[in-house]
């Protein structure tokens, strides 16, 4: 699981400095399947927020998600995501 922040003005640099994170710790660590979360989606506007996922999940082949502590079933829907995927 990588939690991104949404207002980062570059979602793909931040990604990029965790990957290279991970690599540096374990090189086993990105041969993983990942889940991206982006978080604090309540500070931007939602066709913001839209255009962000689809410039961000562009060429990437994980699931990605949003978060907002503000609704309720966002944190459900990533605790579901992640106990399918440790199933």
């Given at each position: 699981l990588h939690l991104i922040d949404i207002t980062n003005?570059?979602?793909?640099?931040s990604y990029n400095q965790v990957k290279k994170e991970l690599?540096?710790?374990?090189?086993?660590?990105?041969?993983?399947?990942?889940?991206?979360?982006?978080?604090?989606i309540d500070l931007v506007d939602e066709d913001v927020v839209k255009k962000k996922i689809e410039v961000f999940s562009k060429?990437?082949?994980c699931e990605v998600l949003t978060l907002s502590t503000l609704k309720k079933n966002s944190v459900?829907?990533?605790?579901?995501?992640?106990?399918?995927?440790?199933?």
């Amino acid at each position: 699981l990588h939690l991104i922040d949404i207002t980062n003005e570059n979602l793909i640099e931040s990604y990029n400095q965790v990957k290279k994170e991970l690599q540096n710790y374990s090189s086993e660590l990105t041969k993983k399947k990942e889940l991206i979360v982006l978080n604090k989606i309540d500070l931007v506007d939602e066709d913001v927020v839209k255009k962000k996922i689809e410039v961000f999940s562009k060429n990437k082949k994980c699931e990605v998600l949003t978060l907002s502590t503000l609704k309720k079933n966002s944190v459900s829907k990533i605790k579901s995501k992640l106990i399918s995927y440790a199933s």
